[in-house]
Antibody, heavy 120, light 110 residues
Framework: QVRLVESGGALVKPGESLRLSCAASGFTFSNYHMAWIRQAPGKGLEWVSYVSLSYNTVYYADSVKDRFTISWDNAKTSLHLQMTRLTGEDTAVYYC?????????????WGQGTLVAVSS | QSVLTQPPSASGTPGQRVTISCSGSTSNIGSSAVNWYQQLPGSAPKLLIYRSSQRPSGVPDRFSGSKSGTSASLAISGLQSEDEADYYCGARDDSLNAPVFGGGTKLTVL
């Protein structure tokens, strides 16, 4: 049974940094592609970043490029998102997800999400 | 503004068949598979249809997907109250070289 548990969400001030983590279990982590997808309050879904170890590819949305960094730890089967220079536009629930097919962008499993709120 | 366009809302009565559309272009739906996600109130999204018409294990066959040209559709037959949710389409956009979601459709069961 695939399980994804996010942590690290918090209320931070504009300009501050935050690190999200996702503990993954129930599947072979190194065989999967992993992603962070966010949803602003009352809004739709937005891809933030994904990593494909098999294709040696990392993707960042333009809105977060040069501010966010995705990383992973195969040994601990965990995924992270380091977020810097946060703004109010980054306020959202951040979901950790597995991507079954990174070319067809099939997101097959989602965590419950962690809330990041950016406000002064 | 997403490159995949969905109607903001849809509705139907129990037992009815409803369809939700997802309109794109040759750089996304026209050249890529489409996926559909269901997000129940207060919950994380869930994969409903992948590669345009495939159902993951556990998804009832009341849900079906299709694609034609630069448009895709999600059909729900035998509508039930528990189908009331937000539905999102997703695909890859080759021009943007990025994965994208539609804006979402809120389905109300009357």
């Amino acid at each position: 049974q695939v399980r994804l548990v996010e942590s690290g969400g918090a209320l931070v001030k504009p300009g501050e940094s935050l690190r999200l983590s996702c503990a993954a279990s129930g599947f072979t982590f190194s065989n999967y592609h992993m992603a962070w997808i966010r949803q602003a309050p009352g809004k739709g879904l937005e891809w933030v970043s994904y990593v494909s170890l098999s294709y040696n590819t990392v993707y960042y949305a333009d809105s977060v490029k040069d501010r966010f960094t995705i990383s992973w730890d195969n040994a601990k089967t965990s995924l992270h998102l380091q977020m810097t220079r946060l703004t109010g536009e980054d306020t959202a629930v951040y979901y950790c997800a597995t991507v079954m097919d990174v070319v067809a962008t099939v997101v097959d499993w989602w965590g419950q999400g962690t809330l990041v709120a950016v406000s002064s | 503004q997403s490159v995949l366009t969905q109607p903001p809302s849809a509705s139907g009565t129990p037992g009815q068949r409803v369809t939700i559309s997802c309109s794109g272009s040759t750089s996304n739906i026209g050249s890529s598979a489409v996926n559909w996600y269901q997000q129940l109130p207060g919950s994380a999204p869930k994969l409903l249809i992948y590669r345009s018409s495939q159902r993951p294990s556990g998804v009832p066959d009341r849900f079906s997907g299709s694609k034609s040209g630069t448009s895709a559709s999600l059909a729900i037959s035998g509508l039930q109250s528990e189908d009331e949710a937000d539905y999102y389409c997703g695909a890859r956009d080759d021009s943007l070289n990025a994965p994208v979601f539609g804006g979402g459709t809120k389905l109300t069961v009357l």
